[in-house]
């Protein structure tokens, strides 16, 4: 069974940094692309930040040039680096990844750890 858990997130001020982590676990034969989604009280899910299996990451415009995606593809995990924390980024984050659970498993399915909260206060 593929699992993903995340890890890392916690309580900071404003102008502070936070480093989640996300590994995955079971049987699989590869991982394409993973990436971050958060979610905030009241409001829907939304994409933070993506990366390519060969490591080339894109942002959201509301955490570009604050946040940086990369991954370990030895260990399968992604890390999201956060960094000038605002209050608006208070959210639960969601670790997103695309796995090929066989070598004929040509479309992949999407897989979601359960999240980790992050709230940014003073």
């Known amino acids: 069974q593929v699992q993903l858990v995340e890890s890392g997130g916690g309580l900071v001020q404003p102008g502070g940094s936070l480093r989640l982590s996300c590994a995955a676990s079971?049987?699989?034969?590869?991982?394409?692309?993973m990436g971050w989604y958060r979610q905030a009280p009241g409001k829907e899910r939304e994409w933070v930040a993506g990366?390519?299996?060969?490591?080339?990451?894109n942002y959201a415009d509301s955490v570009k040039g604050r946040f940086t995606i990369s991954r370990d593809n030895a260990k399968n995990t992604v890390f999201l680096q956060m960094n000038s924390l605002k209050p608006g980024d208070t959210a639960v984050y969601y670790c997103?990844?695309?796995?090929?659970?066989?070598?004929?498993?040509?479309?992949?399915?999407?897989?979601w750890g359960k999240g980790t909260l992050v709230t940014v206060s003073s």
């Open positions: 997103n990844a695309k796995i090929h659970r066989s070598v004929v498993d040509i479309n992949g399915m999407d897989y």
């Open positions: 079971g049987r699989f034969f590869s991982i394409n692309a």
């Open positions: 990366i390519t299996s060969g490591g080339r990451g």
